[in-house]
């Protein structure tokens, strides 16, 4: 019996690999071509890029199935300059190796197909059927910084995320290499230790291995590290004050008698670092009241986390519910760590947060 989602999980991972290549050229770019959209977040040729290219493999494939895309190409009609920008971009950018590169189906034909393909991304999402969620670029504003940034793509079945995959242009290849929030000394260029793609489906484990240019690498089993010590534990947020409350999260770490200052990340390369055991907590403490965590920005995280014997749950000790829209609407805050002092951690947030019964 073949492996389940074995196809899902190839055409993601090469999917994200070759949209991990536009966003690298873009990440070297001065001019990234940044515009900003209507909630005033920055998105960028590399975003508009890389979801074209994820959506054009994943209709070659899977042409009835939904997806939930972050971004959206209304921006582009009004604008042909920025669209031919984006044009040229996923025009000239394919995998090295021919065979991967005919997998996902080959060229998208012109620009107009190019902007249709990214206005794919737009179903409702849901608890029935399979539903994409793509996140071109997670940690725009990490991309901008020149820090950490995340191709995302998961796949969910009536409202359960079956297959997740991380594509981390600028994390080290080294599982082993201490969580750092920098993206390696001038000394590291691109190709030689710097780059990975996670990916795990459900009840199979989660994998890492090098982010190739051409055919998948050879992958890894990766693990959560177990905490004996939780003074000596490593915890990671984000780097903008405006998605993660900074200050809560400095209580609960010293509530948990942590000593290390956090490491400030973006994107779901935080899921990543937790799963291959760089990082030991990732807290996200919500920074409004309305503000709902969009499903693209957790489901291959939170898959991959679980499935490398973390935990992930929201503020209150609930899994993430991705079954409800584009949105967590039912869910607040994320809390990851591994599953043996998930319960310790979540009752430090309760108290912190005044959340506890
Ligand atoms: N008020 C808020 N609270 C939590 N997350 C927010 C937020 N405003 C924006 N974000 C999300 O935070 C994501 C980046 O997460 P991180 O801070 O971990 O890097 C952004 O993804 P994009 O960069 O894809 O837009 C955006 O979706
Ligand atoms: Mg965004
Ligand atoms: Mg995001
Ligand atoms: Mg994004």
């Given amino acids: 019996m073949a492996t389940p989602y074995a196809k899902e999980l190839e055409v993601a991972q090469l999917a994200v690999q070759r949209a991990a290549r536009l966003t690298k050229r873009v990440f070297h770019e001065k001019a990234k071509g940044t515009v900003s959209k209507d909630d005033k977040s920055p998105v960028t040729i ?17 042409p009835s199935d939904e997806i939930v895309a972050e971004e959206e190409a209304a921006q582009l009609r009004a604008d042909a300059p920025l669209r031919d920008q984006i044009w040229e971009l996923v025009r000239t950018t394919r995998l090295d190796d021919a065979d991967a590169e005919a997998f996902l189906g080959g060229a998208i034909p012109d620009a107009d197909a190019m902007l249709d393909l ?24 990490g991309f901008l910084r ?3 940034y995340a191709v995302c793509l998961g796949l969910m079945v ?24 920098d993206i390696g000394g001038a000394h590291q260029t691109d190709e030689e230790g710097r780059g990975v793609l996670f990916s ?8 890492s291995r090098p982010l190739g240019a051409g055919a998948l690498r050879e992958a890894k089993a990766i693990s959560v590290k177990p905490v004996t010590d939780l003074s000596s534990a490593t915890f990671c947020e984000s780097v903008e004050s405006g998605h993660s409350n900074q200050s809560e999260s400095a209580q609960i770490a010293q509530k948990l008698n942590i000593t290390k200052p956090s490491v400030r990340m973006d ?32 489901a291959a995280g939170d898959l991959i986390v679980r499935e490398a014997g973390g935990q992930v749950t929201d503020t209150t000790g609930s899994r993430l519910d991705f079954s409800v829209g584009r949105t967590l609407a039912s869910n607040k805050g994320v809390v990851a760590a591994p599953a043996a002092i998930h319960g310790q951690v979540i009752k430090a947030v309760q108290e912190v947060l005044g959340l506890s019964k």
Avoid at 171 to 177: G, T
Avoid at 268 to 296: C, F, H, M, N, V
């Fill in 46 to 62: 590399g975003d508009f890029g890389a979801q074209a290219l994820i959506i054009a493999a994943l209709r070659h494939h899977f």
């Fill in 267 to 298: 994107s779901q390369a935080k899921y990543g670092s937790l799963a291959r055991g760089a990082g030991d907590i990732y807290l996200r403490l919500p920074t409004s009241k309305t503000y709902q965590e969009k499903i693209w920005d957790h």
């Fill in 158 to 181: 009536d409202g359960d995320v079956k297959v997740g995959v991380l594509g981390c242009p600028n994390l080290p290849v080294d599982d082993a290499a201490p969580l750092t929030a």
């Fill in 118 to 141: 990214i206005d794919r991304g737009s179903s409702q999402g849901g608890a029935r059927g399979r539903i994409w969620a793509i996140d071109p670029i997670d940690g725009t504003k």
């Fill in 200 to 207: 795990a489906v459900q009840g199979q484990g989660a994998t």
């Fill in 146 to 148: 020149g820090g950490q």
